[in-house]
């Protein structure tokens, strides 16, 4: 699992911030296409869309924190 400091800051402007807190694997994504692959079919996954990159990475690191991030790795 990512330690905020570890989340790389998006290089460009994206459509969004999908912060991920648990599926295959937990992080900031900024697309869907990316942040799907991590969640769709996962039983439990936890995740939503932030407006900003800072929201994301707060809500990221609170979570972090809170050992609440859990990666549900599967097969293939």
Partial sequence: IPHPSDVP???SMPKGFYLIIVGQEVSIFYTWKDAALQVLKISGAVYYKCKT???ALTDYTAAYDKG???AIPTPG
């Fill in 9 to 11: 800051c998006p290089t």
């Fill in 53 to 55: 990159f800072q929201q």
């Fill in 68 to 70: 609440e991030l859990r």
